[in-house]
């Protein structure tokens, strides 16, 4: 999404009418964005008119392209500036980073700085490390480019920077990413602009921004499918900003874990779609690769299954595998500092006890912090989905303590760009909403969020729609728990009976769903999905949840009686039990990557949300 487009000419007029920051606002709102404060606004007003005069100082033409705020597809992130043109032989795009910085101090961990921003001093990635991955991001995702043979140009310029620190952000550490993407201080005005007329004098034959609005999007891959390239080293996916953050930072603590006799504890936050599996696995690799000992560890057994699978064949063997993915009661009677990093995905669905019977151990959270020198634990407190799910970051602090282990928790750490429902904030806010996970200004859903979200009347309908979205099998129904499950004792009964003769079993294997070819044709549970993400699913939102008296709200005592996992018909929590069902359905309504369809037992819930969706 290109937010303000036009030409060099045209912006340069914008810009001396002195009404850029007003049009690029207005845009933004009518796309349904917000720019949620004052600071975005300032940072037009003051970086805009750095780019009138460097264009105006270099050579190209006046109808040369230019963008501002062009939101990456299937993403949340914005990029600031972009240039698009031509020299004789190549077609290009420059892709500028802007930043208002007037000093930054270099820190060891990986193409990180430490700079005063967004009104407290805190880690980020260095400028040009952010300019590359967004290039590398829109690369990845857009195929016309790359059949187009157009070129993409990253920079950073830090128009405010103060060249007694330039030392701080330019020195050896920073040399690999710089080359990649060149950097421009204040003073570098004039090597800026001669950077632009190097690579574009005169605009493009091509319509190169229609390209890189509407050009083709190769599918994103789910990450279920990719960890076997990500494990032998292929870079498939960019970690971008606090992404890159978390992950410098754990290489950073394992690195010195030789050195320093502490234990340390890393607490991530991130809410569905925004990468905390990506970096897991990412980390996971990088440390294997550099011989320490890891594992990577989840309670949920289909995600550990789906990844495992992913790298039999090659060059690692099945115990391997067992041994580097395990379940989170794996640590039972470990030593302490037996491994060098734990790294622990979903970390909300840590249990309290483990075994089948969960008659073992003392504490999941514990016995991780006791087993390994680094232990990171990626977690969203809102895909809680049982009553025994023990994962908060309260818990974790406490057992960090008990261990003498420094914990590392700040907004640096907190995961926020969205990568799944097409990139949509506002999708995933309008669920929270929807669903009184917290309030939002998102109260209807609007067609801006570019997320595929419908409601069905009939769920065979919703199944036939669903079916033709089953491309390279990535799409899969999923449901509530409020269905008994008969099918357990006679293989030829249906789980889940609905009207107009829709019938279907559930799921037969947890760990396999996300990926027999057999699947489409089950139903799938939290326990089978969580933790795994598909292009589309279909949602049957059973009569757990309703709409009554002008508010959704839940009720336990339609759980199904053969539910012995959730916990939520049988505790006397009240508050416990809707917060349980809320957050089943928040995590089922945000595994699809580009769609949801949703079909409501309830016809009221039905009706209410066809209301709030445009």
């Known amino acids: 999404m290109l937010v303000y487009s036009g030409t060099k000419s045209s912006f340069s007029n914008d810009i001396e009418k002195g009404n850029l920051a007003y049009i690029i606002e207005g845009k933004l709102k009518e796309h349904g964005i917000s720019t949620g404060n004052d600071r975005e606004f300032m940072s037009w007003q003051n970086s805009l008119p750095h780019m009138y005069f460097a264009l105006k100082q270099s050579n ?4 040369v392209d230019v963008s501002i705020e062009y939101q990456i597809p299937l993403t949340s992130r914005r990029v600031d500036f972009l240039i698009g043109g031509a020299d004789d032989q190549q077609d290009s795009i420059i892709i500028i980073e802007l930043k208002q910085w007037q000093r930054a101090t270099k820190i060891s961990r990986e193409n990180l700085v430490e700079t005063f921003t967004g009104g407290s001093k805190r880690v980020v990635v260095h400028p040009s490390q952010q300019a590359y991955s967004y290039a590398k ?7 016309t480019l790359r059949d187009e043979n157009i070129k993409l140009i990253p920079c950073a310029y830090l128009h405010n920077y103060d060249f007694s620190y330039i030392d701080q952000i330019t020195g050896p550490e920073y040399e690999d990413i710089i080359r990649e993407a060149p950097l421009f201080i204040g003073k570098d005005r ?14 493009s034959k091509k319509n190169l921004f229609d390209i890189i609005e509407h050009g083709k999007l190769k599918p994103s891959k789910a990450l279920q499918d990719a960890v076997g390239l990500v494990m032998n080293g292929n870079q498939e996916f960019v970690l971008i900003m606090e992404q890159q953050v978390a992950y410098a930072t754990v290489l950073k603590l394992v690195e010195n874990a030789f050195s320093d006799d502490r234990k340390h504890t890393v607490i991530v936050k991130g809410g569905p779609g925004t990468g905390k599996s990506v970096v897991a696995v990412n980390l996971l690799a990088k440390l294997i690769d550099n011989g320490r000992s890891a594992n990577y560890v989840t309670k949920n057994s289909a995600p550990r299954y789906a990844f495992s699978k992913s790298l039999i064949g090659g060059k690692y063997t099945l115990n391997y595998l067992r041994d580097l993915f395990r379940g989170s009661g794996s640590y039972i009677n470990t030593k302490s500092n037996t491994f060098d990093c734990l790294i622990v995905d979903e970390a909300h669905r840590l249990k309290l006890k483990s075994g089948y019977q969960s008659n073992l151990g003392e504490n999941q959270v514990k016995e991780i912090i006791n087993a390994a020198k680094i232990s990171v634990f990626f977690i969203d407190e809102d895909q809680m989905v049982t009553t025994s799910d023990i994962g908060t970051c309260e818990e974790i602090r406490k057992w960090a303590h008990f261990h003498n282990s420094r914990v590392h928790e700040s907004e640096d750490l907190n995961l926020v760009s969205q990568f799944r429902c097409n990139g949509s904030d506002g999708y995933m806010a309008f669920l929270d909403n929807l669903l009184g996970i917290r309030e939002t200004a998102n109260t209807k859903f609007e067609k801006e969020f570019d997320y595929d979200l419908r409601i069905f009347d009939d769920p065979n309908e919703m199944y ?3 079916k033709g979205k089953n491309n390279n099998n990535k799409a899969r129904m ?3 728990y409020t269905y008994e ?3 357990k004792n006679d293989k030829h009964a249906f789980d889940i009976v609905l009207k107009n003769g829709f019938r279907k079993q559930w799921n037969f294997a947890t760990d396999s769903f996300a990926t027999d070819l057999d699947s489409f044709e089950q139903v799938g549970c939290i326990h089978s999905t969580q933790g795994i993400e598909f292009e589309y699913v279909g949602i049957i939102i059973g009569l757990d949840l309703r709409y009554e008296n002008g508010k959704v709200i839940t009720d336990q005592k339609k759980a199904a009686q053969s539910d012995r996992s959730s916990g939520v018909r049988r505790t006397q929590d009240e508050r416990l039990a809707e917060r349980i069902i809320r957050n089943t359905y928040r995590t089922l309504l945000s595994r699809g990557q580009k769609g949801c369809f949703v079909y409501c037992e309830d016809e009221n819930l039905g009706k209410y949300l066809k209301t709030i969706i445009k």
């Open 464 to 466: 036939e729609a669903l």
């Open 60 to 63: 190209i033409d006046d109808d």
């Open 485 to 487: 499950w008969v099918s």
């Open 137 to 143: 991001l829109i690369e990845n995702f857009n195929e």
């Open 190 to 203: 004039d090597k800026l602009s001669d950077f632009i007329s190097s690579h574009i004098r005169k605009k």
């Open 478 to 480: 999923i449901a509530g």
